[in-house]
Protein backbone atom coordinates (compact mmCIF):
# COMPACT_ATOMS: atom_id res chain seq x y z
CA UNK A 1 0.00 0.00 0.00
CA UNK A 2 1.53 3.35 -0.83
CA UNK A 3 2.82 5.98 1.44
CA UNK A 4 1.84 9.41 0.75
CA UNK A 5 5.09 11.02 -0.82
CA UNK A 6 5.77 14.60 -1.66
CA UNK A 7 9.24 15.09 -4.07
CA UNK A 8 11.45 17.30 -2.08
CA UNK A 9 11.09 20.18 -5.10
CA UNK A 10 7.21 20.39 -4.20
CA UNK A 11 7.63 20.50 -0.50
CA UNK A 12 9.69 23.24 -0.72
CA UNK A 13 7.51 24.97 -3.09
CA UNK A 14 4.54 24.02 -0.95
CA UNK A 15 6.85 25.48 2.06
CA UNK A 16 6.93 28.37 0.23
CA UNK A 17 3.17 28.74 -0.49
CA UNK A 18 3.39 27.87 -3.78
CA UNK A 19 1.79 24.27 -4.13
CA UNK A 20 1.51 22.79 -7.84
CA UNK A 21 -1.92 20.90 -8.47
CA UNK A 22 -0.63 17.30 -7.98
CA UNK A 23 0.95 18.75 -4.68
CA UNK A 24 -2.52 19.83 -3.86
CA UNK A 25 -4.15 16.54 -4.87
CA UNK A 26 -2.00 14.82 -2.57
CA UNK A 27 -2.84 17.05 0.40
CA UNK A 28 -6.85 16.86 -0.60
CA UNK A 29 -6.62 12.64 -0.84
CA UNK A 30 -4.57 11.95 2.02
CA UNK A 31 -7.61 14.36 4.07
CA UNK A 32 -10.08 11.61 2.39
CA UNK A 33 -8.45 9.19 3.58
CA UNK A 34 -8.64 10.47 6.97
CA UNK A 35 -12.36 10.88 7.15
CA UNK A 36 -12.50 7.04 5.49
CA UNK A 37 -10.23 6.17 8.34
CA UNK A 38 -12.61 7.77 11.04
CA UNK A 39 -15.69 6.54 9.84
CA UNK A 40 -14.37 3.24 10.19
CA UNK A 41 -13.02 3.84 13.50
CA UNK A 42 -16.92 5.19 14.57
CA UNK A 43 -18.69 1.80 13.05
CA UNK A 44 -16.12 -0.12 14.94
CA UNK A 45 -16.57 1.99 18.38
CA UNK A 46 -20.55 1.49 18.11
CA UNK A 47 -21.27 -1.29 15.49
CA UNK A 48 -24.86 -1.67 16.55
CA UNK A 49 -25.87 1.46 15.72
CA UNK A 50 -23.78 2.15 12.77
CA UNK A 51 -23.85 -1.36 10.84
CA UNK A 52 -26.76 -0.73 8.82
CA UNK A 53 -25.68 2.83 7.77
CA UNK A 54 -22.10 1.64 6.80
CA UNK A 55 -23.23 -1.12 4.78
CA UNK A 56 -25.58 1.47 2.85
CA UNK A 57 -22.71 3.59 2.12
CA UNK A 58 -20.81 1.05 1.09
CA UNK A 59 -23.42 -0.01 -1.43
CA UNK A 60 -23.93 3.18 -2.46
CA UNK A 61 -21.89 4.71 -5.71
CA UNK A 62 -18.28 5.03 -5.03
CA UNK A 63 -17.85 8.18 -6.70
CA UNK A 64 -20.91 9.61 -4.45
CA UNK A 65 -19.22 8.29 -1.39
CA UNK A 66 -16.07 9.87 -1.93
CA UNK A 67 -17.61 12.94 -2.60
CA UNK A 68 -20.23 13.02 0.47
CA UNK A 69 -16.94 11.86 2.81
CA UNK A 70 -14.92 14.01 1.56
CA UNK A 71 -16.75 17.01 2.91
CA UNK A 72 -15.29 19.26 5.34
CA UNK A 73 -18.24 19.19 7.83
CA UNK A 74 -18.54 15.45 7.50
CA UNK A 75 -14.70 15.82 8.21
CA UNK A 76 -15.66 17.82 11.33
CA UNK A 77 -18.56 15.89 12.52
CA UNK A 78 -16.68 12.72 12.12
CA UNK A 79 -13.60 13.71 14.29
CA UNK A 80 -15.62 15.21 17.25
CA UNK A 81 -18.38 11.70 17.24
CA UNK A 82 -15.13 10.01 17.22
CA UNK A 83 -13.55 11.36 19.85
CA UNK A 84 -16.87 11.01 21.87
CA UNK A 85 -17.14 7.66 21.52
CA UNK A 86 -13.88 7.49 22.49
CA UNK A 87 -14.43 9.29 25.73
CA UNK A 88 -17.12 6.79 26.45
CA UNK A 89 -20.16 8.86 25.66
CA UNK A 90 -23.19 7.21 24.68
CA UNK A 91 -23.36 6.84 20.96
CA UNK A 92 -26.81 8.60 20.24
CA UNK A 93 -24.98 11.52 22.43
CA UNK A 94 -21.80 11.31 19.91
CA UNK A 95 -23.98 12.22 16.76
CA UNK A 96 -24.03 8.57 15.19
CA UNK A 97 -26.90 9.25 13.64
CA UNK A 98 -25.29 11.26 11.37
CA UNK A 99 -24.03 8.09 9.53
CA UNK A 100 -27.66 7.16 8.08
CA UNK A 101 -27.32 10.57 6.61
CA UNK A 102 -24.59 10.38 5.06
CA UNK A 103 -25.93 7.02 3.15
CA UNK A 104 -28.82 8.64 2.22
CA UNK A 105 -26.90 11.58 0.87
CA UNK A 106 -24.54 9.13 -1.75
CA UNK A 107 -27.35 6.85 -2.13
CA UNK A 108 -29.39 10.02 -3.37
CA UNK A 109 -26.10 11.08 -5.59
CA UNK A 110 -25.85 14.24 -2.80
CA UNK A 111 -28.83 15.81 -4.55
CA UNK A 112 -31.16 15.69 -1.73
CA UNK A 113 -28.47 17.27 0.87
CA UNK A 114 -27.16 19.71 -1.87
CA UNK A 115 -30.47 21.08 -2.64
CA UNK A 116 -31.18 22.52 0.95
CA UNK A 117 -27.81 24.14 0.61
CA UNK A 118 -26.52 28.04 -0.53
CA UNK A 119 -23.90 27.55 -3.68
CA UNK A 120 -21.27 30.06 -4.14
CA UNK A 121 -19.64 30.33 -7.48
CA UNK A 122 -17.69 32.74 -9.60
CA UNK A 123 -15.42 32.23 -12.77
CA UNK A 124 -13.38 34.16 -14.31
CA UNK A 125 -10.50 33.20 -16.90
CA UNK A 126 -11.19 30.33 -16.98
CA UNK A 127 -10.57 29.26 -13.19
CA UNK A 128 -13.71 29.03 -10.92
CA UNK A 129 -14.37 28.56 -7.44
CA UNK A 130 -17.03 26.60 -6.42
CA UNK A 131 -18.18 26.42 -2.49
CA UNK A 132 -21.01 25.73 -0.35
CA UNK A 133 -22.39 28.02 2.12
CA UNK A 134 -22.67 26.30 5.26
CA UNK A 135 -25.60 28.61 7.79
CA UNK A 136 -28.15 25.66 9.15
CA UNK A 137 -25.64 22.22 10.27
CA UNK A 138 -25.11 22.54 14.16
CA UNK A 139 -21.62 20.77 13.78
CA UNK A 140 -20.37 24.46 12.52
CA UNK A 141 -20.18 25.76 15.65
CA UNK A 142 -17.33 23.42 16.49
CA UNK A 143 -14.71 25.89 14.61
CA UNK A 144 -14.97 28.23 17.82
CA UNK A 145 -17.03 31.44 16.26
CA UNK A 146 -20.33 32.17 16.75
CA UNK A 147 -22.31 30.65 13.71
CA UNK A 148 -24.44 33.48 12.06
CA UNK A 149 -28.34 32.79 12.11
CA UNK A 150 -29.45 31.43 8.84
CA UNK A 151 -28.75 33.68 5.81
CA UNK A 152 -31.66 35.39 4.07
CA UNK A 153 -32.07 34.97 0.44
CA UNK A 154 -30.48 38.76 0.52
CA UNK A 155 -27.14 37.62 2.44
CA UNK A 156 -26.76 35.21 -0.04
CA UNK A 157 -26.87 38.10 -2.99
CA UNK A 158 -24.26 39.81 -0.66
CA UNK A 159 -22.14 37.08 -0.26
CA UNK A 160 -22.33 36.35 -4.04
CA UNK A 161 -21.43 40.13 -5.03
CA UNK A 162 -18.32 39.86 -2.96
CA UNK A 163 -17.01 36.82 -3.64
CA UNK A 164 -17.48 38.04 -7.57
CA UNK A 165 -15.27 41.28 -7.11
CA UNK A 166 -13.30 39.17 -4.61
CA UNK A 167 -12.27 36.21 -7.61
CA UNK A 168 -12.09 39.58 -9.79
CA UNK A 169 -9.08 40.36 -7.74
CA UNK A 170 -7.89 37.20 -7.30
CA UNK A 171 -7.83 35.67 -11.05
CA UNK A 172 -7.10 39.01 -12.48
CA UNK A 173 -3.61 39.75 -10.12
CA UNK A 174 -2.89 36.58 -7.75
CA UNK A 175 -3.64 33.85 -10.20
CA UNK A 176 -1.51 31.31 -8.92
CA UNK A 177 -3.16 32.04 -5.25
CA UNK A 178 -6.56 31.76 -6.84
CA UNK A 179 -5.71 27.99 -8.44
CA UNK A 180 -4.96 27.22 -4.97
CA UNK A 181 -8.00 28.67 -2.90
CA UNK A 182 -10.28 26.92 -5.90
CA UNK A 183 -8.87 23.70 -5.17
CA UNK A 184 -8.47 23.44 -1.19
CA UNK A 185 -11.87 25.44 -0.71
CA UNK A 186 -14.94 23.89 -0.70
CA UNK A 187 -17.02 25.11 2.01
CA UNK A 188 -17.63 28.53 3.82
CA UNK A 189 -19.36 29.05 7.20
CA UNK A 190 -20.78 32.32 7.95
CA UNK A 191 -20.47 33.66 11.43
CA UNK A 192 -20.87 36.67 13.40
CA UNK A 193 -18.31 39.54 13.83
CA UNK A 194 -16.52 39.12 16.79
CA UNK A 195 -17.04 41.75 19.68
CA UNK A 196 -13.64 42.88 19.47
CA UNK A 197 -12.28 43.00 15.51
CA UNK A 198 -13.98 43.86 12.55
CA UNK A 199 -13.59 40.46 10.75
CA UNK A 200 -13.06 37.33 12.07
CA UNK A 201 -12.01 33.83 10.63
CA UNK A 202 -11.08 30.48 11.26
CA UNK A 203 -10.34 27.05 10.32
CA UNK A 204 -10.59 23.56 11.79
CA UNK A 205 -7.96 21.15 11.55
CA UNK A 206 -10.64 18.67 11.44
CA UNK A 207 -12.55 20.55 8.43
CA UNK A 208 -10.04 20.37 5.27
CA UNK A 209 -11.31 23.07 3.03
CA UNK A 210 -13.50 24.31 4.93
CA UNK A 211 -13.29 28.39 5.99
CA UNK A 212 -15.47 29.82 9.03
CA UNK A 213 -15.89 33.67 7.93
CA UNK A 214 -18.17 36.77 8.88
CA UNK A 215 -19.48 38.97 6.23
CA UNK A 216 -16.90 40.96 4.62
CA UNK A 217 -17.06 44.74 4.53
CA UNK A 218 -14.97 44.43 1.55
CA UNK A 219 -14.00 42.17 -1.61
CA UNK A 220 -10.90 42.54 -0.42
CA UNK A 221 -11.06 41.79 2.95
CA UNK A 222 -12.76 38.65 1.61
CA UNK A 223 -10.14 37.98 -0.62
CA UNK A 224 -7.36 38.54 2.12
CA UNK A 225 -9.53 36.17 4.52
CA UNK A 226 -9.99 33.19 2.39
CA UNK A 227 -6.60 33.27 1.10
CA UNK A 228 -5.14 33.18 4.82
CA UNK A 229 -7.73 30.68 6.28
CA UNK A 230 -6.67 28.65 3.00
CA UNK A 231 -2.95 28.50 4.05
CA UNK A 232 -4.27 26.99 7.41
CA UNK A 233 -6.04 24.12 6.07
CA UNK A 234 -3.11 23.25 3.77
CA UNK A 235 -0.54 23.11 6.62
CA UNK A 236 -3.26 21.35 8.49
CA UNK A 237 -2.81 18.85 5.83
CA UNK A 238 0.59 18.93 5.47
CA UNK A 239 0.95 17.90 9.73
CA UNK A 240 -1.29 15.20 9.29
CA UNK A 241 1.57 13.65 6.81
CA UNK A 242 4.58 15.04 8.32
CA UNK A 243 5.55 15.98 11.76
CA UNK A 244 7.40 19.17 11.48
CA UNK A 245 7.37 19.91 14.99
CA UNK A 246 8.29 17.68 18.02
CA UNK A 247 10.04 19.96 21.31
CA UNK A 248 8.27 21.04 23.77
CA UNK A 249 5.44 23.68 23.22
CA UNK A 250 6.94 26.41 25.05
CA UNK A 251 3.93 29.68 24.45
CA UNK A 252 6.56 32.57 22.84
CA UNK A 253 5.93 35.47 21.19
CA UNK A 254 3.63 35.64 18.02
CA UNK A 255 3.43 38.86 15.66
CA UNK A 256 -0.61 38.01 14.73
CA UNK A 257 -1.72 37.94 18.21
CA UNK A 258 -1.75 39.11 21.59
CA UNK A 259 -1.50 36.05 23.75
CA UNK A 260 1.77 33.56 23.74
CA UNK A 261 1.45 30.83 21.34
CA UNK A 262 3.17 27.47 20.77
CA UNK A 263 5.34 26.64 18.08
CA UNK A 264 2.87 25.07 16.22
CA UNK A 265 0.83 28.12 16.47
CA UNK A 266 3.32 30.33 15.45
CA UNK A 267 4.27 28.34 12.41
CA UNK A 268 0.49 28.45 11.64
CA UNK A 269 0.53 32.54 11.47
CA UNK A 270 3.72 32.38 9.34
CA UNK A 271 2.40 30.31 6.86
CA UNK A 272 -1.16 32.28 6.50
CA UNK A 273 0.35 35.67 6.75
CA UNK A 274 2.96 34.45 4.24
CA UNK A 275 0.25 34.59 1.75
CA UNK A 276 -1.43 37.81 2.99
CA UNK A 277 2.14 39.35 2.86
CA UNK A 278 2.47 38.11 -1.17
CA UNK A 279 -1.27 39.55 -1.44
CA UNK A 280 -0.15 42.88 -0.39
CA UNK A 281 3.27 42.55 -2.22
CA UNK A 282 1.67 42.27 -5.51
CA UNK A 283 -1.06 44.82 -4.71
CA UNK A 284 1.39 47.33 -3.69
CA UNK A 285 3.44 47.00 -6.93
CA UNK A 286 0.09 46.81 -8.85
CA UNK A 287 -0.37 50.56 -7.51
CA UNK A 288 -2.85 49.56 -4.67
CA UNK A 289 -1.08 52.60 -2.80
CA UNK A 290 0.14 53.05 0.67
CA UNK A 291 -1.66 50.93 2.48
CA UNK A 292 -0.43 48.00 0.68
CA UNK A 293 2.84 49.01 0.93
CA UNK A 294 2.29 49.28 4.60
CA UNK A 295 0.80 45.86 4.95
CA UNK A 296 3.81 44.54 2.77
CA UNK A 297 6.03 46.12 5.16
CA UNK A 298 4.38 44.90 8.08
CA UNK A 299 3.40 41.22 7.81
CA UNK A 300 7.36 40.51 5.75
CA UNK A 301 9.30 41.47 8.57
CA UNK A 302 6.68 39.55 11.02
CA UNK A 303 7.07 36.44 8.53
CA UNK A 304 10.60 36.26 8.47
CA UNK A 305 11.21 37.31 12.17
CA UNK A 306 8.68 34.18 13.22
CA UNK A 307 10.41 32.04 10.72
CA UNK A 308 13.77 32.51 11.92
CA UNK A 309 12.67 32.19 15.58
CA UNK A 310 11.27 28.88 14.72
CA UNK A 311 14.39 27.62 12.78
CA UNK A 312 16.44 29.04 16.21
CA UNK A 313 14.61 27.05 18.34
CA UNK A 314 14.88 23.45 19.77
CA UNK A 315 12.00 21.42 18.19
CA UNK A 316 11.83 21.40 14.57
CA UNK A 317 12.04 17.68 12.89
CA UNK A 318 13.90 17.59 9.82
CA UNK A 319 10.44 17.82 7.46
CA UNK A 320 10.40 20.90 9.95
CA UNK A 321 13.72 22.27 9.12
CA UNK A 322 12.96 21.94 5.30
CA UNK A 323 9.27 23.44 5.83
CA UNK A 324 10.48 26.20 8.07
CA UNK A 325 13.66 27.13 5.91
CA UNK A 326 11.62 27.06 2.50
CA UNK A 327 8.85 29.64 4.22
CA UNK A 328 11.84 31.67 5.32
CA UNK A 329 13.86 31.50 1.77
CA UNK A 330 10.28 32.79 0.13
CA UNK A 331 10.45 36.15 2.75
CA UNK A 332 13.66 36.36 3.11
CA UNK A 333 14.02 38.44 -0.42
CA UNK A 334 11.58 40.50 0.28
CA UNK A 335 12.71 42.21 3.35
CA UNK A 336 14.77 44.47 0.99
CA UNK A 337 12.49 45.08 -1.23
CA UNK A 338 11.76 49.46 -1.23
CA UNK A 339 8.92 50.72 0.48
CA UNK A 340 8.65 54.45 1.06
CA UNK A 341 10.36 55.53 3.43
CA UNK A 342 7.64 56.92 5.25
CA UNK A 343 5.45 53.96 5.04
CA UNK A 344 8.35 51.54 6.32
CA UNK A 345 8.46 53.82 9.67
CA UNK A 346 5.18 53.46 10.24
CA UNK A 347 5.48 49.24 9.60
CA UNK A 348 8.11 49.29 11.92
CA UNK A 349 6.85 51.01 14.60
CA UNK A 350 3.79 49.18 14.27
CA UNK A 351 5.43 45.73 14.86
CA UNK A 352 7.35 47.21 17.57
CA UNK A 353 4.40 47.93 19.78
CA UNK A 354 3.08 45.09 18.91
CA UNK A 355 6.41 43.15 20.53
CA UNK A 356 6.33 45.96 23.22
CA UNK A 357 2.29 45.34 23.75
CA UNK A 358 2.34 41.25 24.02
CA UNK A 359 6.09 41.89 26.67
CA UNK A 360 3.90 43.94 28.96
CA UNK A 361 0.86 42.06 28.60
CA UNK A 362 2.44 38.43 29.00
CA UNK A 363 5.39 38.34 30.37
CA UNK A 364 6.03 38.48 34.73
CA UNK A 365 9.37 39.73 36.26
CA UNK A 366 11.25 37.53 38.73
CA UNK A 367 9.36 39.28 42.19
CA UNK A 368 12.85 39.30 44.27
CA UNK A 369 14.99 40.32 41.41
CA UNK A 370 12.51 43.38 41.11
CA UNK A 371 12.83 44.58 44.47
CA UNK A 372 16.83 43.78 44.43
CA UNK A 373 16.34 46.50 41.46
CA UNK A 374 14.34 48.38 43.26
CA UNK A 375 16.30 48.30 46.38
CA UNK A 376 20.00 49.56 44.06
CA UNK A 377 17.66 52.39 42.94
CA UNK A 378 16.66 53.85 46.28
CA UNK A 379 20.05 53.50 47.27
CA UNK A 380 22.05 55.15 44.49
CA UNK A 381 24.05 52.21 43.67
CA UNK A 382 24.62 50.91 40.10
CA UNK A 383 22.12 48.25 38.44
CA UNK A 384 22.78 45.14 39.49
CA UNK A 385 24.33 42.69 36.42
CA UNK A 386 22.52 40.82 33.91
CA UNK A 387 18.33 40.89 33.62
CA UNK A 388 16.02 39.75 36.11
CA UNK A 389 14.14 36.47 34.72
CA UNK A 390 11.17 36.64 32.76
CA UNK A 391 8.35 34.03 32.46
CA UNK A 392 5.34 33.60 30.24
CA UNK A 393 2.03 34.25 32.72
CA UNK A 394 -0.79 34.38 29.66
CA UNK A 395 -3.60 36.86 30.55
CA UNK A 396 -6.79 34.90 30.18
CA UNK A 397 -8.05 34.44 26.51
CA UNK A 398 -7.41 33.56 23.03
CA UNK A 399 -6.51 37.71 22.11
CA UNK A 400 -6.29 38.18 18.71
CA UNK A 401 -3.96 41.58 17.61
CA UNK A 402 -5.89 44.49 18.18
CA UNK A 403 -4.27 48.29 17.87
CA UNK A 404 -5.15 51.62 17.76
CA UNK A 405 -1.84 52.32 16.35
CA UNK A 406 -2.30 50.18 13.03
CA UNK A 407 -5.74 52.05 12.77
CA UNK A 408 -4.00 55.01 13.08
CA UNK A 409 -1.92 54.57 10.27
CA UNK A 410 -4.33 52.92 7.94
CA UNK A 411 -6.31 56.29 8.71
CA UNK A 412 -3.03 58.45 7.81
CA UNK A 413 -1.98 56.44 4.81
CA UNK A 414 -5.81 56.68 3.40
CA UNK A 415 -5.13 59.98 3.64
CA UNK A 416 -7.43 60.77 6.83
CA UNK A 417 -5.82 63.05 9.64
CA UNK A 418 -6.31 60.51 11.96
CA UNK A 419 -8.09 60.29 15.06
CA UNK A 420 -5.89 59.08 17.90
CA UNK A 421 -6.76 59.85 21.44
CA UNK A 422 -4.09 61.53 23.96
CA UNK A 423 -2.49 58.51 25.63
CA UNK A 424 -3.01 58.44 29.20
CA UNK A 425 -0.27 58.74 31.89
CA UNK A 426 0.53 56.93 34.70
CA UNK A 427 0.49 53.30 34.53
CA UNK A 428 -1.12 51.62 31.93
CA UNK A 429 -0.30 49.59 29.07
CA UNK A 430 -0.82 51.85 26.31
CA UNK A 431 1.88 54.56 28.13
CA UNK A 432 4.59 51.61 28.53
CA UNK A 433 3.71 50.80 25.09
CA UNK A 434 4.17 54.23 23.86
CA UNK A 435 7.09 54.87 26.03
CA UNK A 436 9.12 51.66 24.25
CA UNK A 437 8.17 53.09 20.77
CA UNK A 438 10.31 56.59 21.17
CA UNK A 439 12.61 56.09 23.82
CA UNK A 440 16.62 56.10 23.02
CA UNK A 441 16.52 53.31 25.96
CA UNK A 442 17.36 49.92 24.98
CA UNK A 443 16.04 48.39 28.32
CA UNK A 444 12.21 50.42 27.31
CA UNK A 445 12.53 49.40 23.80
CA UNK A 446 13.46 45.99 24.71
CA UNK A 447 11.98 44.78 27.99
CA UNK A 448 9.76 47.17 28.90
CA UNK A 449 7.87 44.48 31.69
CA UNK A 450 11.23 44.97 33.44
CA UNK A 451 11.04 48.94 33.79
CA UNK A 452 7.33 49.16 34.32
CA UNK A 453 8.10 46.08 36.76
CA UNK A 454 10.22 48.35 38.51
CA UNK A 455 8.53 51.32 38.59
CA UNK A 456 5.86 49.17 39.80
CA UNK A 457 7.93 48.63 42.78
CA UNK A 458 9.65 51.71 43.58
CA UNK A 459 5.53 53.04 44.25
CA UNK A 460 7.02 56.71 43.76
CA UNK A 461 5.12 58.63 40.59
CA UNK A 462 8.01 61.22 41.06
CA UNK A 463 10.08 58.94 39.64
CA UNK A 464 11.17 59.49 35.95
CA UNK A 465 10.90 56.52 33.54
CA UNK A 466 13.22 57.66 31.23
CA UNK A 467 15.88 58.08 33.77
CA UNK A 468 14.68 54.86 35.24
CA UNK A 469 15.25 53.21 31.77
CA UNK A 470 18.39 55.18 31.47
CA UNK A 471 19.22 53.02 34.31
CA UNK A 472 18.16 49.96 33.95
CA UNK A 473 20.33 50.13 30.44
CA UNK A 474 23.52 50.97 32.24
CA UNK B 1 8.82 8.23 10.41
CA UNK B 2 8.80 10.59 7.41
CA UNK B 3 12.35 11.16 6.17
CA UNK B 4 14.23 11.78 2.78
CA UNK B 5 15.46 9.03 0.24
CA UNK B 6 19.58 8.76 0.85
CA UNK B 7 21.05 11.49 -0.85
CA UNK B 8 22.66 11.03 -3.74
CA UNK B 9 18.89 9.97 -4.85
CA UNK B 10 17.97 11.71 -7.99
CA UNK B 11 14.72 12.71 -7.00
CA UNK B 12 14.24 13.25 -2.96
CA UNK B 13 11.57 13.01 -1.56
CA UNK B 14 9.36 13.23 1.92
CA UNK B 15 7.93 10.11 2.24
CA UNK B 16 5.02 10.61 5.31
CA UNK B 17 4.43 7.07 7.64
CA UNK B 18 0.75 7.71 6.70
CA UNK B 19 -0.70 5.36 3.61
CA UNK B 20 -3.23 6.26 1.11
CA UNK B 21 -6.48 5.07 1.90
CA UNK B 22 -8.44 7.38 -0.28
CA UNK B 23 -8.83 4.61 -3.19
CA UNK B 24 -9.93 2.07 -0.71
CA UNK B 25 -13.68 1.22 -0.84
CA UNK B 26 -15.79 0.99 2.40
CA UNK B 27 -15.86 -2.69 1.63
CA UNK B 28 -12.51 -2.54 1.60
CA UNK B 29 -11.86 -0.86 5.09
CA UNK B 30 -13.85 -3.46 6.80
CA UNK B 31 -14.27 -2.30 10.31
CA UNK B 32 -14.50 -6.01 11.16
CA UNK B 33 -11.62 -7.37 9.42
CA UNK B 34 -8.87 -7.72 11.77
CA UNK B 35 -5.63 -5.55 11.24
CA UNK B 36 -2.42 -6.60 12.21
CA UNK B 37 -0.84 -4.28 15.12
CA UNK B 38 1.91 -3.09 12.94
CA UNK B 39 0.19 -3.18 9.28
CA UNK B 40 0.74 0.54 7.78
CA UNK B 41 -3.40 0.39 8.45
CA UNK B 42 -3.48 -0.30 12.14
CA UNK B 43 -0.45 2.76 11.96
CA UNK B 44 -3.15 4.86 9.95
CA UNK B 45 -6.13 4.24 12.35
CA UNK B 46 -3.92 4.49 15.89
CA UNK B 47 -3.16 8.28 14.35
CA UNK B 48 -6.29 9.23 13.15
CA UNK B 49 -7.54 8.12 16.59
CA UNK B 50 -4.98 9.87 18.71
CA UNK B 51 -5.44 13.27 16.50
CA UNK B 52 -9.59 13.36 17.37
CA UNK B 53 -8.26 12.85 21.30
CA UNK B 54 -5.98 15.45 21.09
CA UNK B 55 -6.96 18.91 22.46
CA UNK B 56 -6.99 20.92 19.36
CA UNK B 57 -8.29 24.40 19.58
CA UNK B 58 -9.67 25.42 15.53
CA UNK B 59 -7.05 28.08 14.01
CA UNK B 60 -8.67 30.88 14.82
CA UNK B 61 -9.27 34.03 13.78
CA UNK B 62 -7.89 36.04 11.35
CA UNK B 63 -8.94 40.12 11.81
CA UNK B 64 -8.99 40.54 7.66
CA UNK B 65 -10.46 44.45 8.50
CA UNK B 66 -8.51 46.83 6.61
Known amino acids: MRRHTLPDAAFAALAAGRPDAATVDELTRAQLGRHLLMLRAIVRAAPEQTHDGYAA ?18 GLWAASCLAALTRGEDPEHAGIERLARLAAAAGAHGLAEQADHRRLRASRDGLTIDVRLEDSDP ?24 LD ?30 PGVRGISATSADAYGAVAISAPATATELAVGLLHEAQHSVLNAVRYLFELHAGPDTLGYSPWRDDPRPPSG ?47 SDGLTAAGRRFVGGLRDEVRPW ?58 VPAP ?47 LRETPEIVAAVYRALGDPTVDPEELAAWLSS | MDGVLPAGDAQPEWRSDMIDVSGM ?31 REPIAGFNSAL
Open chain 1, 266 to 312: VLHGAYAYLAVTRFWRTEARAGGGAVAAFEFARWRAAVASAAEGLLA
Open chain 1, 139 to 162: VRARFGLTPADRLTDGDVVCWQEH
Open chain 1, 335 to 392: LSEPVPPDVERLATAANAEHRARWRLRNLAVDPSAVRTLADAWRAGRPRPVGDPPTRV
Open chain 1, 57 to 74: LAAADPAAVRAVVADPIV
Open chain 1, 165 to 194: KAWDLLVGRHREAAAVLAAVLRVIVPVKPD
Open chain 2, 25 to 55: SLSELDPFARTLDDSPLAHALRRVAEDVTRS
Open chain 1, 397 to 443: GRALASSDRVRLAHQLLAGGAGDEEPVPGGDTPQRWTGLALVSPQPA
